[in-house]
């Protein structure tokens, strides 16, 4: 046998070779693919529970011209429905809107891993110092206000992944929305020169909220 066609052969080995592992990898990748997504499909984990305890305004809204400045802290409370399904909460910005428009900034809440039917609760405070809005949002509210209420909005934002065993999932959104009705103790707006403020306002009672993931 020539020096040529003993090089052709062992080119041909080493692709063969190069093929089987190729295909061993891959044959192992779904392997692991498929075995992950049964034990998910198995134990169909459930979209946590969240709750809007309270609400407590920490100085009266004031609206500018238009503008809106607001400092609030929220309790906000998390319920890990499953049995055997644990959730890592990887990034979770909470903010508060009126409107569908942000009168709040965003303040992110640590990481947090949850366990089987655990409860986590969350108590920031939310602000916002003369935030723009536009001027129907403004009209709208002066309007709550001298009805004696307003009707906002505490939305979380973040990342979640489930945790079976060993096995951590792929990161998945979620998005959460709150309803928070405050209400005066009289209807009423104090202020002036155009710089009108909310005397009193108080949450009215704990909510549930909508979740998606």
């Known amino acids: 046998m020539s020096k040529e066609d003993k090089h052709h052969r062992h080119e041909h080995h080493l692709r063969r070779c190069c093929g089987c592992l190729a295909s061993c990898l891959l044959a192992l990748v779904l392997i692991v693919a498929f075995v992950a997504l ?95 809005v536009a001027g129907y949002v403004a009209d709208a509210l002066k309007q709550d206000v001298a009805a004696g209420f307003v009707a906002l909005q505490v939305k979380v934002d973040g990342r979640v992944k489930w945790k079976v065993g060993s096995w951590v999932s792929g990161s998945y959104h979620l998005f959460v929305s709150c309803p928070a009705v405050l209400s005066a103790g009289y209807p009423g707006v104090v202020g002036g020169g155009g710089n009108n403020s909310v005397s009193s306002l108080k949450f009215a009672q704990p909510t549930g909220c909508s979740v998606e993931v």
């Open 38 to 132: 049964v034990i998910y499909l198995a134990l169909r984990p459930s979209k946590p529970s969240f709750y809007l305890q309270d609400l407590q305004l920490r100085r009266p809204i004031s609206l500018g011209d238009p503008s809106l400045t607001a400092s609030a802290q929220v309790t906000l409370a998390s319920r890990n429905p499953n049995e055997h399904v644990g959730i890592f909460y990887k990034r979770l910005d909470v903010f508060v809107t009126y409107q569908n428009e942000a009168v709040t900034v965003p303040v992110s809440l640590p990481p947090q891993y949850q366990g089987h039917r655990d409860v986590t609760v969350w108590s920031p405070v939310l602000s916002g110092e003369s935030v723009p």
